[in-house]
């Protein structure tokens, strides 16, 4: 007799939110998040990054396509925006899939804190495949994007306190 171990109708999804403050306003931290002048000088997790459109930073349909740095530069991922509303929330979804990824989406709300601060709260859900290998890929997945993401906003975090300065200039410049 052969016993044969199903996963197809088990859901392994890995889910997390996590809090990183930011010594800046929501309004600064959003855009060196989402615009990409700001983004590629800091974002660990990515080596280039645009908009299909051609667009400075994502809105609401956009899709962009995002190429991984470092020891994670064979993972290229590309997004689609379902929520953009500046400086409060962005949210995107992955279009199609990208190894270990097959489903994966995040959102990041900015929240006004102390004078001049605010919290940066991020949240992602993903699914890894393929699927008769879930249970073992998405503990170690996780492991390694919940590092990678506190990397991440480690170095936002510097950079903000850094160069906060520079984007609030920027942002009056470009005032309309």
Known sequence: MILRLSTANLEYMAHRHFDFPMPARPEVAFDAFHYHRWRLRWDSLVASTQVESGAECPYVGAVTVNHGAGGLRALSMRTRFVSFDRPHVAAATMVG????????????????????????????????????????????????????????????????????????????????
């Open 97 to 176: 899939a990208s190894f270990p990824f097959r489903r994966w989406a995040a959102s990041l709300q900015h929240r006004a804190a102390s004078e001049g601060t605010s919290v940066l709260v991020y949240t992602y859900t993903f699914e890894v495949g393929p699927p008769a290998l879930r249970w073992l890929l998405e503990p170690l997945v996780t492991l390694i994007f919940d590092r990678e993401t506190r990397k991440r906003f480690e170095r936002l975090r510097r950079f903000l306190a850094a160069h906060a300065h520079d984007i609030e200039a920027w942002q009056a410049e470009n005032a309309s």
